[in-house]
């Protein structure tokens, strides 16, 4: 089994930047991909990019395309999520996410099966 271990988050003013971090250990080497997923209050929560653990492709949410950057480091079991051009209306709770097994849609939070504690980013205008 995996767990993972988030850091980062914090409050930034509009236009500035933010590097989310997720660590994992555990049964790592099971990891078929992970992912960043959002929730702001009230509302349910929203696929923001993902990355298939072999290979290295990269998943984006609309909103997010051209801004956010989810990348991985093999070496350290890390992945990251570079967000840069902040908008208030990506105030969220951000949790990253790790899949176990083979997944069709990236964006379903259904699709992983681990979670981090999820970090509070905050973005003032």
């Known amino acids: 089994q995996v767990q993972l271990v988030q850091s980062g988050g914090g409050l930034v003013q509009a236009g500035g930047s933010l590097r989310l971090s997720c660590t994992a250990s555990?049964?790592?080497?099971?990891?078929?991909?992970m992912g960043w997923f959002r929730q702001a209050p009230g509302k349910e929560r929203d696929f923001v990019a993902a990355?298939?653990?072999?290979?290295?492709?990269?998943y984006y949410a609309d909103s997010v395309k051209g801004r956010f950057t989810i990348s991985r480091d093999d070496a350290k079991n890390m992945m990251y999520l570079q967000m840069n051009s902040l908008k208030p209306e990506d105030t969220a709770v951000y949790s990253c996410?790790?899949?176990?097994?083979?997944?069709?849609?990236?964006?379903?939070?259904?699709?992983?099966?681990?979670w981090g504690q999820g970090a509070q980013v905050t973005v003032s205008s």
């Open positions: 996410a790790a899949a176990s097994s083979y997944i069709l849609r990236y964006s379903v939070s259904g699709a992983y099966d681990t």
């Open positions: 990355i298939r653990w072999t290979g290295g492709s990269t």
């Open positions: 555990g049964h790592t080497f099971s990891t078929y991909a």
